[in-house]
């Protein structure tokens, strides 16, 4: 999906559902010595999936909890919610900056023997998340707000924009990784 038509409920549920349904293709089809590559220093494409999954995981809750709560503990936009594309660069210029994973967003060593359970436990974190997009309204996702450990506070519109983007960007690194496995085979 364009990134200028991801803005409203439907199309940030379309839009996510299509980025970790991409991954997970994508990852399912990596043999072992693919999905177990990693250029020195870099995470494979194993570690990039359970980092998706540690990363959706506090979003889940968050979801689930009232607004009173959310207001209470974070409190309440002060500006409008950022576009996608807004979102997406405010999260490249981090990185450049050299912005990275901390703490509970690390992930272990993966073996390749856990790729078809992590998929599956990726996909049900979706679907759970997909099922708190329906019952949230349009005006309660840019009203709360969720600390990012990167980007500080975003609106829950702007973190659903982030969850998508943050597939696609991880996305791009295992393709980048595992084509560099080829080229080195």
């Not at 999905?35 to 689930?64: M, T, V």
């Not at 023997?113 to 349009?138: A, D, F, M, P, V």
């Amino acid at each position: 999906m364009k990134p200028g038509l991801i803005y409203d409920k439907k199309s940030i549920a379309s839009a996510l559902n299509e980025a970790i349904n991409h991954f997970n293709q994508y990852i399912n089809s990596l043999d072992k010595s693919r999905f177990e590559n990693s250029p020195p220093g870099k995470w494979n494409a194993g570690q990039q999936l359970d980092h998706l999954i540690r990363s959706i995981k506090p979003l889940n809750l968050a979801y689930a909890l009232p607004g009173f709560i959310l207001k209470t503990m974070f409190g309440v936009a002060n500006r409008n919610s950022k576009t996608y594309s807004a979102l997406a660069e405010k999260y490249k210029l981090k990185l450049a900056a050299g912005g990275k994973a901390s703490g509970r967003f690390l992930p272990p060593s993966i073996a390749f023997e856990s790729k078809g359970k992590l998929c599956k436990r990726y996909n049900h974190e979706k679907e759970k998340l997909l099922r708190k997009i329906e019952k949230i309204s349009e005006t309660d996702l840019d009203k709360y707000i969720l600390p990012h450990p990167l980007l500080g506070r975003l609106t829950l519109r702007e973190m659903l924009f982030f969850t998508i983007h943050h597939n696609e960007h991880h996305l791009e690194l295992v393709k980048k990784y595992s084509a560099a496995q080829i080229v080195r085979k």
